[in-house]
């Protein structure tokens, strides 16, 4: 049993990636209120979880470094764990897309400080990039996604917050170094050693950004389908396609907070299934957004089962 200092010492910036998944879980059951007529109450529901579930892990957080600053500063300075800061203003992005559901003053300060808080990371953690020696190409994962091209994901709630140019300044962004992340996280895989066990499941990653690209395309573009949409979307599909058909990768390692990586990106896949059915329309993607979105929730469900047992139990809480 790990002591309750020691539980908040090993409190891992990673946690919030459990805000991102629980919020982009919300978001696509409010997306299936107008695309597949399920009850909006459930949406809500999820939205109002993950609000309580930020709020819990930034006053954790915040105690962890107003009681171990050297902790946090390791994890600051940790050429893996620095990547997952951005996911607390990914986290204000994604609570001011569901604050849109309810009020759009208070979406617009959550998406202004995320926005702003993020653009700053994206700085912060490309200066540590460029300029620190000590990182090489065993320390990339598809984690490194989240500071950088996590920008994709502004624009969804810039557009209906009248922030169309900020909205394209950060889709740039998020997109170009998309490309190049891609390139880069490629030719780990292929020419260098595997990823180990625990952060297997941040290929997951990949997903999110043509999936979040296409929504944030579409509200850009006056909801078009057009081509480059497509591309987005089915670059998006088939990448579930490729990880899926690895699922037998993914099983048997032991859990850690890293399997939070497949609850964002399943999420947002699910939210663009729905918009694509809504604006192509057949049986085919109907099907396919249901899919997403089953697939999504019992995922999502499960690492909250997960997540719960091993807090509790304090095995989490260990240092790496």
Same mark, same amino acid.
């Given at each position: 049993m790990t002591s309750n200092e020691g539980r908040l010492r090993h409190f891992h910036v990673s946690f919030f990636a459990t805000v991102m998944g629980t919020a982009g $879980?919300? !978001?696509a059951w409010l997306r299936a209120h107008e695309a597949l007529a399920m009850p909006r109450a459930a949406g809500l529901l999820l939205a109002a979880l993950s609000a309580v579930v930020f709020v819990a892990v930034v006053i954790v957080y915040g &105690?962890? $470094?107003l009681r171990y600053r050297e902790a946090v500063l390791e994890e600051l300075h940790h050429p893996i764990k620095l990547s997952f800061f951005p996911a607390f203003s990914i986290s204000l992005v994604l609570l001011a897309m569901l604050a849109l559901a309810v009020s759009v003053p208070l979406a617009r300060g959550l998406w202004l400080s995320g926005a702003t808080l993020h653009l700053l &990371?994206?700085? #912060? +953690? !490309?200066? %540590?990039?460029?300029h620190q020696p000590h990182f090489n190409i065993h320390h990339s994962t598809p984690a490194w996604f989240i500071p950088v091209v996590g920008n994709i994901l502004v624009p969804i709630a810039a557009v209906p917050l /009248? #922030?169309?140019?900020? /909205?394209w300044f950060f889709f740039s962004i998020g997109l170009v170094f998309w490309l190049v992340l891609k390139v880069l996280m490629f030719n780990r895989f292929i020419f260098h050693e595997p990823l180990p066990a625990r952060l297997l499941p941040t290929m997951f990653i990949m997903i999110a950004?043509? *999936?979040v690209g296409f929504l944030a395309y579409l509200q850009l573009n006056g909801g078009e389908l057009n081509d480059f949409a497509r591309v987005l979307f089915f670059t998006a599909a088939f990448l579930v396609i490729l990880l899926l058909a690895q699922f037998r990768r993914f099983t048997g390692i032991d859990f850690f907070l890293s399997w939070w990586a497949y609850s964002f990106p399943l999420a947002a896949f699910a939210i663009a299934a729905q918009v694509y059915y809504a604006l192509a329309g057949g049986g085919f993607f109907l099907l396919?957004?249901?899919?997403a979105l089953i697939l999504a929730t019992l995922v999502i469900? /499960? &690492?909250t089962l997960k997540t &719960? %047992?091993? +807090?509790?139990? /304090? *095995?989490v809480f260990q240092p790496d």
């Amino acid at each position: 049993m790990t002591s309750n200092e020691g539980r908040l010492r090993h409190f891992h910036v990673s946690f919030f990636a459990t805000v991102m998944g629980t919020a982009g $879980l919300a !978001l696509a059951w409010l997306r299936a209120h107008e695309a597949l007529a399920m009850p909006r109450a459930a949406g809500l529901l999820l939205a109002a979880l993950s609000a309580v579930v930020f709020v819990a892990v930034v006053i954790v957080y915040g &105690l962890k $470094l107003l009681r171990y600053r050297e902790a946090v500063l390791e994890e600051l300075h940790h050429p893996i764990k620095l990547s997952f800061f951005p996911a607390f203003s990914i986290s204000l992005v994604l609570l001011a897309m569901l604050a849109l559901a309810v009020s759009v003053p208070l979406a617009r300060g959550l998406w202004l400080s995320g926005a702003t808080l993020h653009l700053l &990371l994206t700085l #912060y +953690v !490309l200066t %540590q990039w460029i300029h620190q020696p000590h990182f090489n190409i065993h320390h990339s994962t598809p984690a490194w996604f989240i500071p950088v091209v996590g920008n994709i994901l502004v624009p969804i709630a810039a557009v209906p917050l /009248g #922030y169309a140019e900020a /909205g394209w300044f950060f889709f740039s962004i998020g997109l170009v170094f998309w490309l190049v992340l891609k390139v880069l996280m490629f030719n780990r895989f292929i020419f260098h050693e595997p990823l180990p066990a625990r952060l297997l499941p941040t290929m997951f990653i990949m997903i999110a950004p043509p *999936s979040v690209g296409f929504l944030a395309y579409l509200q850009l573009n006056g909801g078009e389908l057009n081509d480059f949409a497509r591309v987005l979307f089915f670059t998006a599909a088939f990448l579930v396609i490729l990880l899926l058909a690895q699922f037998r990768r993914f099983t048997g390692i032991d859990f850690f907070l890293s399997w939070w990586a497949y609850s964002f990106p399943l999420a947002a896949f699910a939210i663009a299934a729905q918009v694509y059915y809504a604006l192509a329309g057949g049986g085919f993607f109907l099907l396919m957004a249901w899919a997403a979105l089953i697939l999504a929730t019992l995922v999502i469900a /499960g &690492l909250t089962l997960k997540t &719960l %047992q091993v +807090v509790v139990d /304090g *095995s989490v809480f260990q240092p790496d």
